[in-house]
Protein backbone atom coordinates (compact mmCIF):
# COMPACT_ATOMS: atom_id res chain seq x y z
CA UNK A 1 0.00 0.00 0.00
CA UNK A 2 1.20 3.48 -0.63
CA UNK A 3 2.13 5.73 2.21
CA UNK A 4 1.78 9.96 2.64
CA UNK A 5 5.48 10.21 3.47
CA UNK A 6 6.57 12.19 0.10
CA UNK A 7 9.19 9.87 -0.98
CA UNK A 8 8.39 8.20 -4.73
CA UNK A 9 7.86 4.92 -4.42
CA UNK A 10 7.53 1.71 -7.17
CA UNK A 11 3.92 0.68 -7.82
CA UNK A 12 3.58 -1.68 -10.38
CA UNK A 13 5.51 -0.34 -13.71
CA UNK A 14 5.45 3.52 -12.59
CA UNK A 15 6.85 5.30 -9.58
CA UNK A 16 4.51 7.77 -7.58
CA UNK A 17 4.14 10.19 -4.48
CA UNK A 18 1.44 10.55 -2.67
CA UNK A 19 0.68 14.17 -0.82
CA UNK A 20 -2.12 15.10 0.76
CA UNK A 21 -4.05 18.68 -0.62
CA UNK A 22 -6.36 19.22 2.40
CA UNK A 23 -8.57 17.23 4.19
CA UNK A 24 -10.30 16.14 0.97
CA UNK A 25 -7.58 15.36 -2.02
CA UNK A 26 -4.80 13.10 -2.60
CA UNK A 27 -2.32 14.09 -5.18
CA UNK A 28 -0.55 11.73 -7.25
CA UNK A 29 2.89 13.53 -8.55
CA UNK A 30 4.95 10.89 -10.77
CA UNK A 31 8.02 13.14 -11.23
CA UNK A 32 9.72 16.28 -10.93
CA UNK A 33 10.89 16.55 -14.68
CA UNK A 34 8.23 18.04 -17.31
CA UNK A 35 8.32 15.82 -20.16
CA UNK A 36 6.52 13.02 -22.86
CA UNK A 37 7.39 10.21 -20.29
CA UNK A 38 5.99 11.93 -17.28
CA UNK A 39 2.93 13.07 -19.10
CA UNK A 40 2.42 9.41 -20.24
CA UNK A 41 1.71 8.34 -16.67
CA UNK A 42 -0.22 11.39 -15.52
CA UNK A 43 -2.55 10.37 -18.53
CA UNK A 44 -2.77 6.86 -18.00
CA UNK A 45 -3.84 7.94 -14.48
CA UNK A 46 -6.46 10.22 -15.31
CA UNK A 47 -8.14 8.31 -18.49
CA UNK A 48 -8.21 5.08 -15.98
CA UNK A 49 -10.37 7.61 -13.18
CA UNK A 50 -12.08 8.89 -16.04
CA UNK A 51 -13.43 5.28 -16.93
CA UNK A 52 -13.30 4.04 -13.77
CA UNK A 53 -13.85 6.32 -10.77
CA UNK A 54 -14.64 5.15 -7.13
CA UNK A 55 -17.03 5.29 -4.86
CA UNK A 56 -16.57 8.71 -3.16
CA UNK A 57 -14.50 10.40 -5.67
CA UNK A 58 -15.58 13.55 -6.59
CA UNK A 59 -13.06 15.13 -9.84
CA UNK A 60 -9.80 14.55 -10.65
CA UNK A 61 -7.12 17.14 -11.94
CA UNK A 62 -4.24 16.34 -14.18
CA UNK A 63 -1.59 18.67 -14.33
CA UNK A 64 2.11 18.71 -15.68
CA UNK A 65 3.85 16.17 -13.34
CA UNK A 66 0.41 15.15 -11.15
CA UNK A 67 -3.04 14.25 -10.62
CA UNK A 68 -4.88 15.76 -7.90
CA UNK A 69 -7.92 13.63 -6.75
CA UNK A 70 -11.10 14.88 -4.91
CA UNK A 71 -12.65 12.75 -2.85
CA UNK A 72 -16.09 13.68 -0.11
CA UNK A 73 -14.52 11.98 3.30
CA UNK A 74 -17.74 10.60 4.56
CA UNK A 75 -19.10 9.19 1.21
CA UNK A 76 -15.44 7.89 0.64
CA UNK A 77 -15.67 6.11 4.47
CA UNK A 78 -18.94 4.89 3.70
CA UNK A 79 -18.26 2.93 0.60
CA UNK A 80 -14.81 1.75 1.18
CA UNK A 81 -14.46 0.97 4.95
CA UNK A 82 -15.81 -2.35 5.22
CA UNK A 83 -18.60 -3.43 7.43
CA UNK A 84 -17.08 -1.46 10.88
CA UNK A 85 -19.37 2.30 10.79
CA UNK A 86 -17.06 5.03 10.47
CA UNK A 87 -16.25 6.61 13.56
CA UNK A 88 -13.97 9.72 14.70
CA UNK A 89 -11.66 6.58 15.63
CA UNK A 90 -11.81 4.20 12.28
CA UNK A 91 -11.96 7.36 10.19
CA UNK A 92 -9.24 7.58 7.61
CA UNK A 93 -10.62 8.58 4.08
CA UNK A 94 -6.84 10.04 3.20
CA UNK A 95 -5.62 6.16 3.61
CA UNK A 96 -8.45 4.93 1.91
CA UNK A 97 -8.05 7.18 -0.74
CA UNK A 98 -4.55 6.09 -1.01
CA UNK A 99 -5.32 2.39 -1.02
CA UNK A 100 -7.43 2.91 -3.51
CA UNK A 101 -5.09 4.91 -5.99
CA UNK A 102 -1.93 2.33 -5.09
CA UNK A 103 -4.40 -0.50 -6.46
CA UNK A 104 -4.91 1.83 -9.31
CA UNK A 105 -1.75 2.13 -10.27
CA UNK A 106 -0.54 -1.57 -10.26
CA UNK A 107 -2.82 -2.03 -12.74
CA UNK A 108 -1.05 0.45 -15.49
CA UNK A 109 1.53 -0.11 -18.01
CA UNK A 110 4.81 0.96 -18.14
CA UNK A 111 3.93 2.52 -21.62
CA UNK A 112 0.39 3.35 -23.06
CA UNK A 113 -0.12 2.20 -26.91
CA UNK A 114 -3.06 5.02 -27.05
CA UNK A 115 -2.53 6.82 -30.22
CA UNK A 116 -2.71 10.72 -30.18
CA UNK A 117 -5.18 12.56 -31.69
CA UNK A 118 -3.56 15.51 -33.81
CA UNK A 119 -5.49 18.50 -34.59
CA UNK A 120 -4.82 21.10 -37.23
CA UNK A 121 -4.66 24.45 -36.29
CA UNK A 122 -4.66 27.05 -39.09
CA UNK A 123 -2.88 30.25 -38.12
CA UNK A 124 -2.81 33.46 -39.83
CA UNK A 125 0.92 35.00 -39.02
CA UNK A 126 1.85 38.03 -38.17
CA UNK A 127 0.48 42.06 -39.30
CA UNK A 128 -2.34 43.23 -37.13
CA UNK A 129 -2.92 39.23 -36.01
CA UNK A 130 0.40 39.06 -34.49
CA UNK A 131 1.84 42.11 -33.87
CA UNK A 132 4.96 40.58 -31.87
CA UNK A 133 6.49 38.64 -34.67
CA UNK A 134 8.77 41.53 -35.89
CA UNK A 135 9.90 41.82 -32.44
CA UNK A 136 10.21 37.30 -31.86
CA UNK A 137 12.57 37.57 -35.30
CA UNK A 138 14.38 40.42 -34.02
CA UNK A 139 15.13 38.41 -30.73
CA UNK A 140 16.80 35.63 -32.68
CA UNK A 141 18.71 37.06 -35.53
CA UNK A 142 15.60 35.37 -37.80
CA UNK A 143 13.41 36.99 -40.24
CA UNK A 144 9.83 36.84 -39.74
CA UNK A 145 8.96 34.11 -42.14
CA UNK A 146 11.68 31.98 -40.21
CA UNK A 147 9.73 32.31 -37.36
CA UNK A 148 7.02 31.24 -39.15
CA UNK A 149 8.69 28.00 -40.15
CA UNK A 150 10.05 27.17 -37.02
CA UNK A 151 6.83 27.64 -35.36
CA UNK A 152 4.66 25.53 -37.99
CA UNK A 153 7.04 22.51 -38.19
CA UNK A 154 6.53 21.30 -35.19
CA UNK A 155 4.11 18.73 -33.39
CA UNK A 156 3.02 19.96 -29.82
CA UNK A 157 1.99 17.98 -27.74
CA UNK A 158 -1.18 18.91 -25.01
CA UNK A 159 0.19 18.82 -21.22
CA UNK A 160 -2.92 20.40 -19.79
CA UNK A 161 -5.00 22.50 -19.58
CA UNK A 162 -5.74 25.10 -17.29
CA UNK A 163 -5.40 29.35 -16.59
CA UNK A 164 -8.19 30.10 -18.86
CA UNK A 165 -11.12 27.57 -20.47
CA UNK A 166 -9.73 25.99 -23.42
CA UNK A 167 -5.96 27.15 -22.85
CA UNK A 168 -4.01 24.43 -23.51
CA UNK A 169 0.19 24.19 -22.45
CA UNK A 170 2.04 23.01 -25.28
CA UNK A 171 5.64 21.62 -25.03
CA UNK A 172 7.74 21.19 -28.38
CA UNK A 173 8.12 24.57 -29.19
CA UNK A 174 11.97 24.91 -30.37
CA UNK A 175 14.46 26.75 -28.86
CA UNK A 176 15.32 28.90 -31.98
CA UNK A 177 12.36 30.55 -31.02
CA UNK A 178 11.33 30.50 -27.66
CA UNK A 179 11.10 34.12 -26.07
CA UNK A 180 11.09 35.90 -22.78
CA UNK A 181 7.58 37.01 -22.03
CA UNK A 182 6.36 40.46 -22.46
CA UNK A 183 7.85 43.24 -19.61
CA UNK A 184 4.31 44.40 -20.10
CA UNK A 185 1.03 42.60 -20.14
CA UNK A 186 -1.66 43.60 -22.47
CA UNK A 187 -5.10 43.84 -20.90
CA UNK A 188 -7.20 42.50 -23.22
CA UNK A 189 -5.85 39.53 -26.04
CA UNK A 190 -8.46 38.69 -28.57
CA UNK A 191 -9.42 35.41 -28.62
CA UNK A 192 -7.32 33.28 -31.05
CA UNK A 193 -4.30 34.74 -30.02
CA UNK A 194 -1.20 32.64 -31.04
CA UNK A 195 1.48 33.46 -28.46
CA UNK A 196 5.02 32.21 -27.13
CA UNK A 197 6.43 32.89 -23.58
CA UNK A 198 9.62 31.08 -22.70
CA UNK A 199 9.44 27.90 -24.30
CA UNK A 200 5.90 27.38 -24.28
CA UNK A 201 3.68 28.25 -27.33
CA UNK A 202 -0.21 28.46 -26.73
CA UNK A 203 -3.46 29.92 -28.06
CA UNK A 204 -5.51 32.13 -25.77
CA UNK A 205 -9.44 30.67 -26.23
CA UNK A 206 -11.23 33.75 -24.57
CA UNK A 207 -10.38 37.79 -24.31
CA UNK A 208 -7.81 37.89 -21.26
CA UNK A 209 -4.87 39.90 -20.06
CA UNK A 210 -1.65 38.10 -21.03
CA UNK A 211 2.05 38.53 -21.49
CA UNK A 212 2.69 36.41 -24.09
CA UNK A 213 4.62 37.68 -27.22
CA UNK A 214 1.49 37.23 -29.74
CA UNK A 215 2.70 36.11 -33.28
CA UNK A 216 -0.75 35.06 -34.94
CA UNK A 217 -4.34 34.60 -34.88
CA UNK A 218 -6.60 31.51 -35.52
CA UNK A 219 -10.14 31.60 -36.80
CA UNK A 220 -10.69 28.33 -34.94
CA UNK A 221 -12.33 28.52 -31.85
CA UNK A 222 -10.87 26.61 -28.82
CA UNK A 223 -13.40 27.54 -26.29
CA UNK A 224 -16.94 25.60 -26.97
CA UNK A 225 -19.03 26.40 -24.27
CA UNK A 226 -22.03 24.55 -25.79
CA UNK A 227 -20.02 21.36 -26.80
CA UNK A 228 -19.31 18.76 -24.39
CA UNK A 229 -16.23 18.78 -23.74
CA UNK A 230 -16.82 22.48 -24.17
CA UNK A 231 -12.73 22.40 -25.47
CA UNK A 232 -11.15 21.95 -28.81
CA UNK A 233 -8.15 20.31 -27.21
CA UNK A 234 -7.37 18.07 -24.35
CA UNK A 235 -4.54 16.53 -22.75
CA UNK A 236 -2.65 14.03 -25.02
CA UNK A 237 -3.37 15.50 -28.54
CA UNK A 238 -0.68 16.84 -30.49
CA UNK A 239 -1.39 20.15 -32.39
CA UNK A 240 0.27 21.17 -35.70
CA UNK A 241 -0.22 24.86 -37.08
CA UNK A 242 -0.97 25.70 -40.47
CA UNK A 243 -0.52 28.71 -41.64
CA UNK A 244 -2.82 30.22 -44.01
CA UNK A 245 -3.29 34.10 -45.22
CA UNK A 246 -5.71 36.66 -44.40
CA UNK A 247 -8.01 36.21 -47.00
CA UNK A 248 -8.28 32.83 -45.72
CA UNK A 249 -8.39 34.01 -41.94
CA UNK A 250 -10.85 36.45 -43.12
CA UNK A 251 -13.54 33.88 -44.97
CA UNK A 252 -13.16 31.46 -42.09
CA UNK A 253 -13.61 33.78 -39.63
CA UNK A 254 -16.56 35.12 -41.12
CA UNK A 255 -18.05 31.71 -41.87
CA UNK A 256 -17.71 31.04 -38.24
CA UNK A 257 -20.34 33.63 -37.08
Not at 17 to 46: M, S, W, Y
Request: proline share 8%; with cysteine.
Amino acid sequence: MGSLNGNYEQYGAFEAKFLTLGDAAIVVQFGETIGPRTHDRVRQLAEYLERHPFAGMIEYVPSFLSVAVYYEPYALLLAHAGDEEPSAKNADPGGIAVRLLTDILAKLQASSQTQARIVEIPVCYGGELGPDLPEVAAHHGLTEQEVIEIHASADYLVYMLGFAPGFAYLGGLSERIATPRRQTPRLAIPAGTVGIAGDQTGVYPIVTPGGWQLIGKTPEPLFLPAAMPPTLLKAGDIVRFRPITRAEFDSREVGAR
